[in-house]
């Protein structure tokens, strides 16, 4: 269209600029969290996340070897260690050191501390370092400050303590089997009722049928807040409690009014032809559904699939209400979550982690299905 | 028995209980009850049929009644009675709203609450219009927009956690790891400062300020010429006074933020500044739902007739006349959807202010006061109370969504 009124290179470029401007906008908080959750704790909470990608200065405390552990050298009555300060496969490099924490940039690299009573220390840049005394050296290795660039490091040991440890507060593993478990029928069961129910309101004739539309209509909007104390104390009067089918039956209801208009929308719209021709045909209702309606309402199901499933899979309160009893046994991976909030606020490398394993599964869904995410979205709005 | 079994099992029970219900529930129509052979084979088919539907429909409307009908019902029966100690009710009429609007803290949910439904959904709108645009003519358009279509599939849970990290504060000795905090320290008080900080929120304020106003004499305007006759008159005028109050806001916005004194070069703690936190916590729903927005708005753009666009062209509109006078008012129903699904999901939200501040500070909301009626303070008859205040609120949409619905059948 641009081309008709002329070019126009400058107004392009600001919309090419501003569009990359948003989308990396909205990008980075999520990558924030993606980056963080394969960093080490230590290094989440010394450096902010967007300096992990590139080689970053550091202030680093670190330790010579433990005298007693290693050999010592005896030369020209002096006793030496040698090493390295870095663990093994760390590239850093030191720009300044010191011994003291009051003085940390006291050296350079090269130089030779005097630690007192006859003990010396050298610092090169790499991070190799001879300490040597008068006497055999003894006590813990000797600390070491030092201002180094250590280049990018990642670690997947987050995900093995999330997903594979045994502890109980931090492992996923659990949660993340519980949220399955609630999800699946959460998901089908709903489809199958609301199937049925849409076709009778699309392409039955009877007194009410309106009126029904116009109910389930309303219904979408019911705020399920209301429903929580009610069907509550209807679970526990009738032996339900709180528990797996307790938020599969709420799921179910909750999830209706949307799969009802959904579906009933789309089937309306799928030519009368064929149907009349079935029908002519002999097929009865029931078969007309099942051979004809539902494999032509595919796109429409699966639109309302992918809704309930990142509905399910994201719910807090539903679960919390319905599900979860005092034991904890049957916490979902929301849950755990925002416990781990409360408990765990500030290591980040554990919740970094969580809530990208809680969140991974729901963006793979979003995009291998993003067109009929769309497509729902478009029918599900109440025109 | 394993949950994972247990699922199964439901799986299998529920979908093979509905489609066997439905096969033998008509079977049992046909053949039985109503068989099309024998002497009223006609008046029996004619009796199946006038059966048939309400069998396809049974279930749906017993869960729909149970799970939600009856739950409308029974919780405004519950807010108007209290739990006996040692079981029990009893009919208490109007006490548990009125001991609800003597808490200090219902009425900070339900100015938060305002709050909420008049930035959320005006920003996430406003964005999701920005991006439909600038992103419908050019080539890596959809892919754009695929990026900041993904929050809609992360849970508020899982996003509060992101934004945490966000607003995350350190000692000032230490570096920041939230970026906020880290681009705060950036800046020193001097011009730079000020342009960014003020001038420009002011101007963007403004620029609120003056939409608003244009709307809300764009809706008046018809009142005063004098072509509208009844219905109609009172909501416009209840619309336009909406939109004086938000000009009202917007301008004593501007002049507060001229005069605030901001805490330069001291880290802050984001969620506990009182009416700034809220912001901070709409920031995330708004991330939330752009996405959703711009999904519907970019359908209705392309939706629009090339003609009126080329006509537009050929009259020499610049591309800002094209989008603000052509393309916005032929979309105009669009957005109003838009806002609406929006301000219905802003008036449920709880898991954001649960997970984030869980109502401290000043940043209470309904559903969050609700939740922590029900199940900690353990007041079922306050609990049920606002609950219903959650329920009026909706109920404006819920007409509206009926009425038009139901004009868009016949």
Not at chain 1, 219 to 244: D, E
Not at chain 2, 206 to 234: K, N, Q
Request: proline fraction near 4%; include cysteine; aromatic fraction near 12%.
């Amino acid at each position: 269209m641009s081309n008709i009124a002329g070019t126009r290179s400058t107004l392009n470029w600001v919309v090419h600029l501003s569009v990359l401007g948003l989308v990396l906008l909205w990008l980075f908080p999520t990558v924030g969290l993606f980056v963080s959750s394969f960093r080490t704790a230590d290094q989440i909470s010394t450096s902010g996340w967007w300096k992990a990608l590139f080689p970053s200065e550091q202030n680093l405390t670190l330790r010579a070897a433990n005298p007693a552990e290693v050999e010592q050298l005896e030369e020209g009555g002096r006793w030496f260690i040698s090493g390295n300060l870095f663990d093994e496969g760390v590239d850093a490099s030191v720009s300044v050191w010191g011994v003291s924490s009051r003085d940390i940039a006291a050296f350079v690299p090269g130089d030779t501390a005097d630690l007192g009573e006859g003990e010396e220390m050298t610092v090169g840049a790499n991070g190799d370092y001879v300490w040597s005394g008068a006497a055999k050296l003894e006590g813990r290795g000797q600390r070491v400050f030092a201002t180094a660039t250590t280049p990018p490091e990642f670690t997947f040991g987050n995900y093995r303590t999330v997903l594979f440890s045994k502890s109980t507060t931090d492992s996923m593993a659990k949660a993340f089997f519980n949220t399955l478990t609630v999800t699946i029928p959460a998901t089908i069961i709903p489809i199958v009722i609301a199937a049925f129910a849409a076709y009778a309101l699309a392409w039955m004739n009877f007194p009410g049928r309106a009126i029904l539309i116009a109910i389930i209509v309303g219904l979408l909007v019911v705020p399920l807040q209301l429903a929580l104390i009610p069907l509550l104390r209807l679970h526990l009067g009738i032996g339900i409690g709180k528990g797996y089918l307790g938020v599969w039956l709420a799921h179910t209801g909750f999830g209706l009014p949307l799969a009802i208009y959904l579906l009933r929308n789309y089937m309306v719209g799928l030519p009368r032809d064929i149907i009349e021709n079935a029908k002519v045909d002999g097929a009865t209702d029931f078969q007309i559904f099942t051979k004809i309606i539902l494999p032509l309402s595919f796109p429409a199901l699966a639109s309302f699939a992918i809704f309930q499933f990142l509905w399910t899979w994201n719910d807090l309160l539903v679960a919390k209400v319905f599900l979860i009893d005092a034991t904890g046994e049957t916490t979902v991976m929301t849950n755990q979550i925002v416990e781990l909030l409360g408990t765990r606020g500030g290591n980040w490398e554990i919740l970094a982690t969580a809530a990208f394993v809680s969140i991974a599964v729901p963006l793979a869904v979003f995009f291998a299905m993003q067109k009929y995410l769309v497509r729902g979205l478009l029918a599900g709005s109440v025109k | 028995m394993s949950p994972a079994l247990q699922g199964l099992i439901t799986i299998v029970i529920g979908v093979g209980g509905c489609l066997s219900y439905f096969y033998f529930s008509n079977l049992f129509l046909d053949k039985i009850l109503f068989p099309a052979r024998g002497p009223d084979a006609g008046r029996n088919i004619n009796r199946a049929n006038m059966i048939r539907p309400w069998l396809f429909l049974a279930p749906a409307l017993i869960a729909l009644g149970l799970y939600l009908a009856y739950p409308v019902i029974e919780t405004l029966r519950l807010s108007l009675t209290e739990r006996i100690p040692g079981g029990g009710y009893r009919w208490v009429g109007l006490d548990n709203y009125r001991q609800m609007f003597r808490e200090a803290k219902f009425w900070e949910a339900m100015r938060n609450n305002m709050l909420w439904l008049i930035v959320v959904p005006a920003a996430s709108t406003a964005f999701g219009l920005l991006v439909a645009q600038l992103t419908d003519r050019i080539r890596w358009g959809s892919f754009a927009k695929s990026l900041i279509f993904m929050p809609m599939a992360i849970s508020f849970v899982g996003a509060a956690v992101i934004f945490k990290l966000v607003y995350d504060t350190r000692p000032i000795e230490q570096d920041q790891i939230g970026i906020l905090n880290a681009l705060w320290l950036q800046f020193d008080g001097g011009a730079g400062s000020w342009a960014l900080l003020k001038a420009i929120p002011s101007l963007i304020l403004a620029g609120f300020a003056a939409l608003s106003g244009y709307v809300g004499w764009l809706i008046l305007r018809p009142v005063i010429v004098g072509r509208l006759h009844g219905f109609g008159t009172p909501a416009r005028i209840v619309a336009t006074a909406a939109s004086a109050a938000l000009v009202v806001l917007s301008l004593r916005g501007i002049f507060e933020l001229i005069g605030a004194d901001f805490n330069y070069g001291a880290p802050q703690t984001w969620l506990t500044v009182p009416f700034w936190n809220s912001l901070f916590l709409m920031v995330v729903l708004i991330w939330i739902q752009t996405g959703f927005a711009m999904v519907i708005l970019s359908a209705a753009l392309r939706g629009i007739p090339e003609e009126t666009i080329e006509a537009a062209i050929v009259d020499g509109a610049n591309p800002f006349q094209i989008f603000f006078q052509i393309k916005v008012p032929q979309i105009m129903g669009t957005i109003v959807v838009v806002w609406t699904t929006i301000t219905l999901v802003v008036l449920k939200v709880f898991d954001i202010v649960f997970a984030m501040t869980n109502g401290q500070w000043e940043t209470q909301v309904l559903a969050n006061y609700m939740f922590d009626k029900l199940f900690r303070a353990n007041n079922w008859g306050v609990g049920s109370a606002s609950a219903m205040i959650i329920m009026l609120l909706v109920t404006p949409i819920l007409v509206w969504n009926v009425y038009t619905a139901r004009k868009e059948m016949r």
